[in-house]
């Protein structure tokens, strides 16, 4: 693998330096062999959707499909661009309305940290540039969860960095975070929190698409433990090829706020955002692998032993 690395990077980087419209005349060409041929992941694209979406007719929730591999398509493409693309062009397609008023609360209510909560809405790998967007004096990262491959995880750290932030393994973010305390640092912290957490990391429930959902909730945790601002990034995409990730307030305060409250309201904003344009969400991800049913007989069998 280590051998193909570099061919294979080569080869990408052709690519990435052929212009936008180019790379999404490919996603179209794309679209074909993925959606009618290869069908990648379709059963549960339509199982999930059914699922989240019982309002909806057959024909509607076809038609969401569709769009949404159209997207997966142009997701691929807009991340092969993410090799060569420049800071200039990234802060022309990616912008961040709020950031700043965001950055200036902080200062004025002497934060040490702001969390962003974002989802698989999107191209969250593009959102990674909101480094770009940092005030003097803050640093900017994203919790990541390492590849098992690393030559793979090599590569998209490589990435994932280019703009100046830093990647964080889940692992480490409370070490990282109080390492950065110790050090009289300033940070704004991105985490994706709509993954599946595993069985021994879930511990709340919530209504998601009208699913029983556990989300992570160490977003909230250490964001009391530190007394973080915490915000919801709204992911718009305009036209192709751009995105606007409006900074929406959560709270400033909070260890003020109910346990897992905040966590639901997380989940309630970027269900608001799914409904109104379902396509953009990562449906190919089995989100609901894990059932509250399966979690509580766990429980209980581990309660008896």
């Known amino acids: 693998m280590k051998l193909l690395y570099y061919p294979i ?62 997207f997966l398509c142009d997701l691929v493409v807009e991340y092969i661009k993410l090799i060569t693309i420049t800071p200039q062009e990234m802060m022309r397609r990616v912008q961040f309305p709020g950031l700043a008023e965001a950055i200036q609360t902080a200062e004025e209510g002497k934060k040490t940290f702001c969390f962003f909560y974002l989802g698989h809405y999107c191209n969250w790998e593009w959102l990674a540039s909101y480094a770009l967007w940092v005030a003097p004096g803050w640093k900017a990262s994203q919790i990541y969860h390492p590849l098992k491959n690393g030559v793979m995880d090599h590569f998209m750290l490589r990435v994932r960095t280019k703009f100046g932030g830093s990647c964080v393994p889940m692992k480490e973010t409370l070490r990282h975070i109080l390492t950065t305390r110790r050090n009289k640092g300033k940070e ?28 992570f909730i160490g977003t909230e945790k250490i964001g009391k433990q530190v007394d973080a601002a915490i915000y919801y990034v709204r992911v718009t995409r305009p036209k192709r090829g751009h995105y606007v990730g409006e900074v929406v307030p959560i709270t400033a305060t909070p260890s003020q706020c109910p346990d897992y409250d905040i966590t639901d309201r997380y989940a309630q904003l970027l269900e608001q955002q799914i409904r109104e344009c379902p396509e953009l969400w990562l449906w190919t991800h089995n989100r609901w692998k894990r059932t509250r049913q399966e979690w509580e007989s766990r429980k209980e069998h581990t309660a008896k032993a």
């Open 188 to 215: 704004l912290m991105a985490f994706i929190a709509d993954q599946s957490p595993k069985w021994e990391a879930m511990h709340h429930w919530t209504d998601f698409l009208h699913h029983p959902t556990s989300f």
């Open 9 to 70: 990077y080569a080869l990408v980087w052709l690519f990435s330096r052929l212009p936008m419209s180019v790379l999404y005349l490919l996603s179209d060409m794309l679209f074909l062999p993925v959606y009618h041929v290869i069908r990648y992941r379709r059963k549960l694209v339509q199982r999930q959707l059914a699922d989240c979406f019982p309002e909806k007719s057959a024909p509607e929730r076809r038609q969401i499909e569709k769009r949404f591999y159209h």
